[in-house]
């Protein structure tokens, strides 16, 4: 089931951008986003700053892991994740995989003043256009599922539209790829979408390739103190975690236990 999860994934999204379309065609929403008044909270600056710096995840479910907690309140969730020190936040807006969604987006953005990632499975131009119009402050590409053009321009419409990019890779070949298209902000996740292996000495072992004028994140997998410290002796400080996180009984409690506060 889980060989073809991405392929699952993008094929669902294709349906899903082909209903949206019917819903609000694309000049139009093109147009919304290039109205939209924009007030971008600077994702890639937050990450930019010295110390550990945790992307925190409002997640309620993923294809590995099943449900994780379904019912959970994104507003009062955003608000532990900013009271616990988190540089931004991560919503999941896939609802058939992830049960996420723009309400999710919304309701976690208006209850704080951290910047936000639309994190989804970026597939068509619309895509952006509907980040924008949400407020997004930045969007997730993930290098497997992009052809190396489509990275490119995918790269510039982001910046076009006012948003950021965090561009994700597994391999050294991904990371290779992302650098030639001019990735600034680079995820490695350490989890194998095929077969969901996660080894999270993996952005660890990948850290030296990175340019260095790009900005480093350590995606999937992170639980502990230890987790966190091993990777900044790799040198990256910054931190994409979801699950321990929303599983954590006081999660701004947990996420200051992870910065070693
Ligand atoms: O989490 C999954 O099962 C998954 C499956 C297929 C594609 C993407 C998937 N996860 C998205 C993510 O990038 C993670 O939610 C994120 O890195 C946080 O990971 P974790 O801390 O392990 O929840």
């Known amino acids: 089931m889980s060989t073809d999860i991405l392929s699952r994934i993008v094929t669902r999204k294709q349906e899903e951008v082909a209903e949206a379309r019917k819903r609000v065609p694309e000049s139009e929403m093109r147009s919304r986003a290039e109205q ?78 951290l910047p936000v990632i639309r994190k989804d499975f970026m ?36 910046g076009a539209l006012g948003m950021d990019a965090l561009t994700e890779v597994h391999s050294e070949e991904e990371l290779e ?3 030639k298209a001019g990735a600034k902000l680079v995820g490695v996740n350490n989890r194998n979408l095929r077969s969901f ?24 997998g992170i639980k502990t103190r230890e987790d966190v410290e091993n990777l900044l002796n790799a040198g990256i400080h910054n931190f994409l975690i979801g699950e321990s996180i929303v599983r954590a009984p006081d999660p701004a409690g947990f996420i200051r236990s992870l910065m070693g506060e």
């Open 197 to 220: 292996e996660t080894n999270v000495s993996h952005s660890a072992n990948m850290a030296s390739r990175f340019a260095p004028d790009q900005v480093a994140v350590a995606e999937s």
């Open 177 to 179: 790829t992302a650098t």
């Open 123 to 158: 597939i068509s131009p619309y895509q952006f256009y509907e980040a924008a119009v949400q407020g997004a402050d930045a969007v997730l590409l993930i290098v497997r599922i992009l052809e190396p053009e489509q990275l490119r321009d995918y790269l510039q419409l982001a």
């Open 36 to 113: 939209k008044p924009r007030d971008p909270r600077g994702f890639l600056k937050r990450l930019s700053r010295p110390g550990v710096n945790i992307i925190a995840e409002i997640k309620r479910a993923s294809p590995s892991k099943g449900s994780i907690c379904p019912d959970l309140d994104p507003a009062a969730y955003a608000r532990q994740y900013e009271a616990g020190g988190a540089a931004c936040l991560s919503v999941l807006t896939d609802r058939d995989f992830f049960q996420g969604s723009f309400e999710d987006l919304q309701a976690a953005r208006n209850a704080v003043s």
